[in-house]
Structures are given as structure tokens and as C-alpha cells.
């Protein structure tokens, strides 16, 4: 599954320069719902005036856990770039019990590379930084700042289907368990998805495969994989003001060594304007 990601966002990017028409016109026909995926980040920046209200909610069919997240993407102050942040809430189970509290903060900045929402291929890479602000004592946190570096990829594959290609590594100094011990984390992670374009529903099936590592010990790490697949529905509903509401509903599935999780997804975003494309 590996060499088949990176193969595709290694071939997604070769195309690019082939991918867009001439003078700037749409590759394939306009769609009500652009960028509202659920666990697999497309390839597309904030246009500009435009701000976007994301909430997603998970919660574990078998053990009860669950995570929320707020994110909020501008545009800065172009499509060229984006700023982002996101702030998590979650409830789980530690050595102590249940614990609910909030988790380590993500800030985003993410640049439109190459293409946009109108192209074939669009391509936007992200860099991430994550503060410490959950409390690793309670396991719900990393205990130290860390970065995270992200390659998006999206690729329309006809009029009514589109495909997104995801690959991200995360590396964490000094990050620290319940008991203080402190070793440097690093994890990676692919994830692809297939999504069929009506015109106010669509039906998307995303995967995620993930490796991730924890404090074990003094200097000592021990390492988890995880591998989610998706089906969801999501639809919309659209303003004259410029407003359009997207929920959603997706049901990760585990495989592999996360066969047995069952999980429910929600989402929901808003996107409106904020102020006049081009004003001052």
C-alpha cells in the first residue's frame, strides 16, 4: 500500500504542468461540494474571502472513546496561501480510568502549489505545528512541541470522480507519557480516497494507513499502526448570501491490525464569505 501512494503522488505531480486547461477554465464541470473530505486532506486552499468552519466528531463503536475537533481555514490573504487551526477535545481511556480534556493544538499553514479547485491535479503541501497544550500526565497529549509535514494531492479522474492522495510524517523531540519519561516520537501516515461528484451528495470511500510511536520508556519508544477504511455520504445546502452547509456521515472500519474497531463519524462545515474577494 506504501509504494502504491507515493506512486500516485509521484505520478499526480509529474502531470500537473498537463493537467490544466488553457485560460484558466475548469478541467471538469463545477460540483456543489469542492473540499469537504472527513480523514483525507484534499489539495485545495481557501479561496479568497472566504473562511471555512469545520467540525468533525468520532467516536469508537466498541470502547466509547471519542474525538471532536474544531478547524477553521483562511485564506492569507489568497488562494496561494492558507492559515488554519485546529483544536481537539477528546475522551479516553488511561491507566487511571477515563479521562476527557483537551488535546494538543495544530496550527496550519498550507501553500496551493500547484493548481487549484478548477485543475486536474492540484497539489498543496502543509506544514504543521503542534503545542503541547493537552496534559500528556493524563495521556492526552504529547508533552512537547512537535512538527508535522503533509503532501496532498487531488486528482479529478472524470467529470463526476475525483481521487485524493495524502502522505505526512510527524516527528516529536523530548515527547513525554503519564510518567514523565521523555524519548523523540516519530510517525507517518498514507491515505487515499475515491469520491463520486453529484451535484449536492456525494458517496466517498477514504483510507488511512498510519504508524505512529509512544513513550515506552527513558529513550525508548514502542510503535502502533492503524488502518481505517470509510465509506460517508456528505451533501449541501447553498445560499444566495454565499453560505453553504455541508454535513456527513462516515463509518471507519479497522483492518489489519485495527480489525474489530468500528467507529461513527460526524461532520459538518460552514463556508461563507468574510469579505469582498479583492477589498482592502
Not at 503522488?9 to 456543489?32: C, D, I, N, R
Not at 516529536?172 to 453529484?198: C, D, H, M, V
Not at 468500528?262 to 482592502?280: D, M, T
Amino acid at each position: 500500500m506504501r509504494r502504491g501512494v507515493l506512486a500516485s503522488v509521484l505520478a499526480a505531480a509529474a502531470v500537473a504542468a498537463v493537467g490544466q486547461t488553457p485560460e484558466g477554465k475548469p478541467s471538469h464541470p463545477p460540483h456543489a461540494i469542492q473540499d469537504n473530505s472527513f480523514l483525507v486532506e484534499e489539495a485545495y486552499n481557501q479561496e479568497e474571502g472566504i473562511v471555512q468552519h469545520i467540525n468533525l466528531f468520532q467516536r469508537n463503536a466498541r470502547t466509547g472513546e471519542w474525538v471532536g475537533t474544531f478547524t477553521q481555514e483562511y485564506p492569507f490573504p489568497g488562494i496561494r496561501h492558507q492559515l488554519s487551526y485546529t483544536v481537539p477535545y477528546q475522551s479516553m481511556e488511561a491507566a487511571t480510568g477515563t479521562v476527557t480534556g483537551l488535546g494538543d493544538l495544530a496550527i496550519n499553514y498550507r501553500y496551493q502549489w500547484i493548481g487549484n479547485d478548477e485543475t486536474a491535479v492540484a497539489v498543496a503541501p502543509r506544514l504543521t505545528l503542534l503545542l503541547p497544550s493537552g496534559d500528556e500526565r493524563r495521556g492526552l497529549g504529547a508533552g512537547s512541541t512537535g512538527i508535522q509535514i503533509a503532501v496532498p494531492v487531488s486528482t479529478v479522474l472524470s467529470a463526476d470522480w475525483i481521487a485524493h492522495w495524502n502522505v505526512g510524517a510527524t516527528v516529536t523531540p523530548a515527547a513525554r507519557n503519564e510518567r514523565g519519561q521523555k524519548a523523540n516520537t516519530f510517525g507517518y501516515y498514507f491515505g487515499g480516497s475515491l469520491i463520486w461528484l453529484g451535484r449536492s451528495f456525494d458517496i466517498l470511500v477514504e483510507t488511512v494507513w498510519s504508524s505512529a510511536e509512544s513513550v515506552a520508556a527513558p529513550s525508548r519508544v514502542e510503535r502502533a499502526t492503524s488502518f481505517l477504511v470509510s465509506p460517508g455520504i456528505r451533501w449541501s445546502y447553498d445560499y444566495s448570501s454565499g453560505l453553504q452547509i455541508v454535513p456527513g456521515i462516515g463509518l471507519p472500519i479497522g483492518l489489519g491490525s485495527s480489525r474489530g474497531q468500528y467507529s461513527i463519524l460526524l461532520y459538518l462545515s460552514f463556508e461563507h464569505p468574510f469579505r469582498r474577494a479583492g477589498a482592502n
